[in-house]
């Protein structure tokens, strides 16, 4: 459906019964994020920040609400994880804080594999690996190893195998948590720029109040919900 929201989230909850009683990790969350958005999540830990990026990324079912992407409802209480994959796949990119690059591949490897096991043909694959490298000014380290990357170059790498099959949302939880600020920074910009010219909806979860510049929207969490008054800057 055109004009429908990138992602919707609608009284999105999760529980979970533990010893010591129920949490309610989310609590009927509802929010949209539009193409092109740039929007920071923001609470204190524990708030259900993680959870919420879980339910919404097709990761992890809720216990009731509902998540819709595109205008189509894709996930509920009983949606079946397994057959969410494929949509999960095509058309969610994760960036998480420590990248996960695999250390037997280089850079440029790292980014192709997705692709390749999307049938994509290995050559072009790479070739799309260094392009997407190339705009995050790090092709001349696509043939290098994992190892030989700083922090802020390896997740650079993640955020480009990330975008490789150029999903229309991306999902970041506190992405430059283990970054120096001038690296975060950088990769802050890297996100607020694919959300400009790639028309992605983007969502980072930070602690880092350096970065708020950069979001078009701030969303504060405590204790499971969405802070009513403070949802926008
Ligand atoms: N599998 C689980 N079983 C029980 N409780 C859980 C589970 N996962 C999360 N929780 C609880 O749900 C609440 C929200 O957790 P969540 O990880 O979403 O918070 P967060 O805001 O991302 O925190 P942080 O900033 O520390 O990463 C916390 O109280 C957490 O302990």
């Keep these: 459906m055109s004009g429908a929201p990138v992602l919707s989230v609608r009284s999105l909850s999760r529980h979970y019964a533990t010893g010591g009683g129920l949490v309610r990790a989310l609590d009927g969350v509802s929010l ?16 259900g920040k993680s959870t919420f990026l879980m339910l919404a990324g097709l990761l992890e079912n809720p216990t009731s609400g509902e998540v819709w992407l ?15 994959r494929e949509i999960r796949r095509k058309r969610i990119g994760f960036v998480f804080q420590k990248a996960n690059l695999i250390p037997f591949l280089s850079a440029v490897e790292n980014i192709a594999l997705g692709l390749e096991l ?6 072009d694959a790479h070739a799309h690996g260094r392009r997407l490298l190339a705009a995050l000014d790090l092709v001349h380290r696509a ?5 030989k990357l700083s922090g802020g170059e390896q997740q650079r790498v ?11 949302l991306i999902l970041a939880d506190e992405p430059t948590a283990a970054l120096d600020s001038v690296r975060g920074r950088q990769v802050m910009e890297i996100f607020r720029r694919i959300a400009g010219t790639r028309g992605a909806a983007v969502l980072v979860i930070t602690h880092d109040p350096r970065s708020t510049d950069l979001f078009d929207r701030i969303v504060h969490f405590e204790d499971g919900r969405i802070c009513v008054g403070k949802v926008d800057r």
Aim: aromatic letters at 2%.
């Design 32 to 47: 949209d994020v539009a193409a092109g958005e740039l929007v920071g999540i923001f609470g204190p830990s524990g708030s």
């Design 158 to 168: 993640a955020v480009a195998r990330a975008l490789a099959n150029a999903p229309p």
């Design 70 to 84: 595109a205008g189509e409802r894709v996930s509920h209480a009983d949606a079946d994880l397994d057959s969410l």
């Design 143 to 147: 043939d290098h190893l994992p190892a």
């Design 118 to 123: 999307a049938d994509v043909a290995p050559a």
